[in-house]
T-cell receptor, first 108, second 114 residues
Framework: AQRVTQPEKLLSVFKGAPVELKCNYS??????LFWYVQYSRQRLQLLLR??SRESIKGFTADLNKGETSFHLKKPFAQEEDSAMYYC??????????FGKGTRLSVIA | ETGVTQSPTHLIKTRGQQVTLRCSSQ?????VSWYQQALGQGPQFIFQ???????GRGNFPPRFSGLQFPNYSSELNVNALELDDSALYLC?????????????FGPGTRLLVL
């Protein structure tokens, strides 16, 4: 069965500090991994996907198949990064499976 | 380009009633997925419609049903409402093809069942 685990419900960091939002997954095949973000009073939107291997708003995420992880990282947190972050997995023809989310709070 | 819209924004119903939620997909998209997001949880897949046919279903009972129309807008119907159906219902549209499409989410409909 597919499963996405985000171990932290809340993560608080100071502005300028590094950020790492953890995501672990369970899937027997080759999954596609995503990070979605929801800013206050806005809709859920795609932040990045592992196949793109790009940096969005300074965030990067590397798929580690050995550790079955897809952690989201940013070297220097900004106040505008405060939001709810969801890791999601898609395997083959199966639908998106989301984790429970991590609320990131960046303290000025 | 018009984004995904959902109506109504909020709804209050009582147990046993029926509800219909609506979704207009983003211009050019032919696939609609519905999700239920309970408080403190991530979105959970209900079902997907592609070109007016159901194209995958999550672990939800048959009282959750849907439709997709020729213009690719969609409805989610829930019969015999239960208290646990209280949640945010999200609709997402995409252009489904052989590649890995991106889903674009609507703002959601918040349903409260009393």
């Amino acid at each position: 069965a597919q499963r996405v685990t985000q171990p932290e419900k809340l993560l608080s960091v100071f502005k300028g500090a590094p950020v790492e939002l953890k995501c672990n997954y369970s899937y027997s095949g080759s999954p596609e991994l995503f990070w979605y973000v929801q800013y206050s009073r806005q809709r859920l939107q795609l932040l990045l996907r592992h196949i793109s291997r790009e940096s969005i708003k300074g965030f990067t995420a590397d798929l580690n198949k050995g550790e079955t992880s897809f952690h989201l990282k940013k070297p220097f947190a900004q106040e505008e990064d405060s939001a709810m972050y969801y890791c999601a997995l898609k395997g083959g023809n199966t639908p998106l499976v989301f984790g429970k989310g991590t609320r990131l709070s960046v303290i000025a | 380009e018009t984004g995904v819209t959902q109506s109504p924004t909020h709804l209050i119903k009582t147990r046993g009633q029926q509800v219909t939620l609506r979704c207009s997909s983003q211009s050019g998209h032919n696939t609609v997925s519905w999700y239920q997001q309970a408080l403190g949880q991530g979105p959970q897949f209900i079902f997907q419609y592609y070109r007016e046919e159901e194209n995958g279903r999550g672990n939800f009972p048959p009282r959750f049903s849907g439709l997709q129309f020729p213009n690719y807008s969609s409805e989610l119907n829930v019969n015999a409402l239960e208290l646990d159906d209280s949640a945010l219902y999200l609709c997402a549209s995409s252009l489904s093809g052989r590649g890995r499409e991106t889903q674009y989410f609507g703002p959601g409909t918040r349903l409260l069942v009393l």
